[in-house]
Nanobody, 125 residues
Framework: QVQLVESGGGLVQAGDSLRLSCATSSRTFSRYPLGWFRQAPGHEREFVAAINWSGDNIAYGHSVKGRFTISRDNIKNTVYLQMNSVKSEDTGVYYC??????????????????WGQGTQVTVSS
């Protein structure tokens, strides 16, 4: 297990930008593929973005492609989610997750072994 701590959430207006961070003290952080998911009230957890250990293989969910950017800094043991041109439908709790076992598709929440506690993002229209 890896302890992950998200930060950076808050209340923003539609069209604004926001950057989420997810940090860990784990020394093995750089080995793991990482992902961001979000969950709105009454909805299932939704895939947002994923990045492999080196940062050269990235995937995005359809609803955020072109607006959000995932990146990682393996020196700082941190993964980021830059959110631009946010919309009201981006509202939800955002979670970062690590694929420690590295088994399964990075699009699915069930493929991730460790999760952060989440950070709330609320977009007002």
């Amino acid at each position: 297990q890896v302890q992950l701590v998200e930060s950076g959430g808050g209340l923003v207006q539609a069209g604004d930008s926001l950057r989420l961070s997810c940090a860990t003290s784990s020394r093995t952080f750089s080995r793991y593929p990482l992902g961001w998911f979000r969950q709105a009230p009454g909805h299932e957890r939704e895939f947002v973005a994923a990045i492999n250990w080196s940062g050269d293989n990235i995937a995005y969910g359809h609803s955020v492609k072109g607006r959000f950017t995932i990146s990682r800094d393996n020196i700082k043991n941190t993964v980021y989610l830059q959110m631009n041109s946010v919309k009201s439908e981006d509202t939800g709790v955002y979670y970062c997750a690590a694929q420690i076992s590295n088994i399964g598709s990075n699009y699915y929440a069930s493929s991730y072994d460790s999760w952060g506690q989440g950070t709330q993002v609320t977009v007002s229209s």
